[in-house]
């Protein structure tokens, strides 16, 4: 039988392998990192994965989609930016990686964990730089003088995926000396989500054409003739 393990009983055994400033704060950061890769798994099924999915969503609803399509991107950039924040800013502690090398007792590991971190925040430049002028800030002369403002770093899905890869790179390297395994975060699609959803709706994409189809010919059924509340 598998070993099942709570939440609360990983917390346990990274503050036991750890010590109990460093297991706390390995254990949000995976947190926030397993969150993440979620969610941006969610975001390519949907938008990064074929132009058959994208046609689908537009046909189905294009608006709500596109608000979608914008909101899980801005979401994304601001989790990237946070987690590879400085260690303290405006007197404030902070939740980020940069914060890991100073809880670290052993010098290689703490100068390996060190450069994968700088590698992460250099990668994830242009999401602060998306979050100070465009998502948390609007910036006057990038909303009203686009001809001769600075534009936005540039944004897209090559650039995410290499700074949640250097994110990750520098977490296992904590994990990987202190309990002898890393982890894969990228596990592919997950039941209940973006691709179950577009199954759906394909389906019924489907049925509301056979059911045009019957209007057309003058042949509905008592069900086409019903109408439901959502």
């Given at each position: 039988?598998?070993?099942?393990?709570?939440p609360?009983?990983?917390?346990?055994?990274?503050v036991?392998?750890m010590g109990?400033?460093l297991?706390?704060l390995?254990?949000?950061l995976?947190?926030?990192?397993?969150l993440?890769?979620?969610?941006?798994?969610?975001?390519?099924?949907?938008?990064?994965?074929?132009r058959?999915?994208?046609?689908?969503?537009?046909?189905?609803?294009?608006?709500?989609?596109?608000?979608?399509?914008?909101?899980?991107?801005?979401?994304?950039?601001?989790?990237?930016?946070?987690?590879?924040?400085?260690?303290?800013?405006?007197?404030?502690?902070?939740?980020t990686?940069?914060?890991?090398?100073?809880?670290?007792?052993?010098?290689?590991?703490?100068?390996?964990?060190s450069?994968?971190?700088?590698?992460?925040?250099?990668?994830?430049?242009?999401?602060?730089?998306?979050?100070?002028?465009?998502?948390?800030?609007?910036d006057l002369?990038?909303a009203?003088?686009?001809?001769?403002?600075?534009p936005?770093?540039?944004?897209?899905?090559?650039?995410?995926?290499?700074?949640?890869?250097?994110?990750?790179?520098?977490?296992n390297?904590?994990?990987?000396?202190?309990t002898?395994s890393?982890?894969?975060?990228?596990?592919?699609?997950?039941?209940?989500?973006?691709?179950?959803?577009?199954?759906?709706?394909?389906?019924?994409?489907?049925?509301?054409?056979?059911?045009?189809?019957?209007?057309?010919?003058?042949?509905?059924?008592?069900?086409?003739?019903?109408h439901?509340?959502?």
């Open positions: 039988m598998a070993d099942f393990r709570t609360e009983d990983v917390k346990a055994h990274y036991e392998r109990e400033e297991g706390l390995f254990h949000e995976w947190q926030e990192v397993a993440l890769r979620i969610e941006w798994g969610e975001f390519i099924e949907l938008f990064g994965e074929k058959s999915r994208v046609a689908l969503m537009n046909e189905a609803a294009p608006a709500f989609f596109t608000m979608v399509q914008r909101l899980l991107w801005e979401e994304t950039l601001l989790s990237i930016a946070r987690l590879t924040d400085p260690p303290s800013s405006m007197g404030k502690d902070n939740l990686i940069r914060r890991l090398t100073g809880c670290i007792d052993d010098s290689g590991t703490a100068q390996e964990v450069r994968c971190a700088k590698e992460a925040a250099d990668a994830a430049d242009f999401c602060r730089d998306w979050r100070n002028r465009r998502i948390a800030h609007r002369a990038l009203t003088k686009k001809e001769t403002a600075t936005l770093e540039l944004g897209n899905r090559v650039k995410v995926e290499a700074a949640l890869l250097a994110i990750e790179r520098t977490l390297a904590v994990g990987g000396y202190y002898g890393t982890t894969h975060f990228d596990l592919g699609s997950r039941l209940g989500g973006a691709l179950s959803m577009l199954y759906a709706l394909r389906r019924g994409a489907k049925a509301e054409a056979a059911w045009r189809a019957r209007l057309e010919r003058g042949e509905p059924t008592s069900e086409d003739r019903e439901e509340e959502i």
